[in-house]
RNA sequence: GUGAGCGUAGCUCAGCUGGUAGAGCGCCAGACUGUGGAUCUGGACGUCGCGGGUUCGAAUCCCGUCGCUCACCCCA
């Protein structure tokens, strides 16, 4: 006997994006393009495969994504690659193999596109995710970061999104941060007994989560430990104001999150996200900040930069209650033919409106009319145009508005003029 | 990687303490042979996630496995 054979399913944490969902992403990706544009960012594309040396340089050896969450995997010649777990280690690698530092001042560059982590899937995180990013580089003006989180604010105000908060936070740099690291590990040496369970362990292997820890209990001892923002040295405490104050001067909202700690090692300075409640448990829609020491980790000169990635899925998920009804357009006209002598008139006319970039669908097989009607409504055509002898005789077509059910007699070459004229909305 | 919950028709789900499947929506057809969305009538559709076990008998109980969800963790 033969066996059923398995049906192949997608890989775990990788999912296949379907209508009418991509119509929300069509959504925000020409949004997204539309104000990195108007703000002066151009496109880059980068490999989605990378040397894992990249990746293990620049966001941190020693860091999850590096240590636990990278796809990685020897290539026939024995050289270590690895899937992209991000695109701003791909972004300054390719500023420097281009020399774009030659051409002088800011290049400011975006890109979009899958990235790679093995983590546990859950709403809002995949394995295969999406990003929308951008980097400024070869600039550590405060301005470059207020401007960039001016932009994201403008985006989200475009797409409709309604809750959400950022928040803002310094890192400080390579100088003033491990003093302050030791100053938090020797503070929470003195509560630590008081905390959850879950602190108790942050407190040795990672003292900034402890910062992080949501649970009730442990806010009031939270709130007694030392800041980073009192223990910047006074350059990025300089930096940190001006931000603040650029943030202000916009009239930006901006939340103070000193215990905003970000997970890859590149960061200095200014580190910002985005959060909406509407998310649930991975609440954060975007984030990014300062890395003015990355371009060297990589072998290239200085240049400060600032970056952001948007977590396409996540503003997608945020995007998709208000609008998804409203973008899924059906085509603008549905061609009902009537008998087989009509198939020919009927395909002229669609291939005519076609080239003119008019959606339209069309039947290969005869239909009663009733059913061609019936099609186009659940294809949510805004017009059907039937065809049957009478019309082939006159030559004039009747066009049918599915919103009214008004119905016009249309001269075959006016066809096209009259679908533009009547249609408030575009093609 | 850890813990918990869940996988039954295309979709949302019901199925009590084991007696081999049901509803609503959708789909198809007819009433209505060139006029859709309403109504009525009829119809099709299930590897009950997959594999194994217990049992006379398993969607139901047990084990394993895959997937999803939630939390931890982490981040977008």
Redesign the pocket.
Known sequence: MSK?IE?V?S???TRDLMPPETSVWQRVEEEARRVLRAYAFREIRTPILESTALFARSVGED???VSKEMYTFQDRDNESLTLRP?ATASAVRAYIEHRLFNEGGLQKLYYMGPMF?R????????RQ?Y?IGAEALGSDHPAIDVESMEMLVLLLEQLSVQEFTLLLNSVGCPRCRPEYLKVLRHALEDVRANLCR?CQR?AVT?PL?VLDC?VEADQPIIEQLPRMADYLCPECRQHFEAVKDGLESRRIDYRQAPRL????DYYTRTTF?ITCSAL????????GGRYDGLSEMLGGPPAPGFGF???E??LALVVMDSIAKQLELGPLAYVAW?GEAALGSAENLARALRRQGISVEISHQPM????S??TA??LAARFAI?I????LESGRY?V?D??T?Q?TEIETNQIERYLQQNSARAI
């Open positions: 059923r049906a399913q890989v775990k944490g860091t999850d994504i991000e982590r983590e546990r899937p859950q709403k809002g995180r995949y995710f990003q879950d942050r990672n989560r949501k700690v970000r997970g890859l996200e649930g448990a991975q609440n954060a829609v975007l984030g990635a948007i977590g899925d996540r009537i009663k009319l009733k059913k009607l019936g409504s659940k039937i049957g002898e009478g019309e009747q049918k599915m919103t059910g119905q």
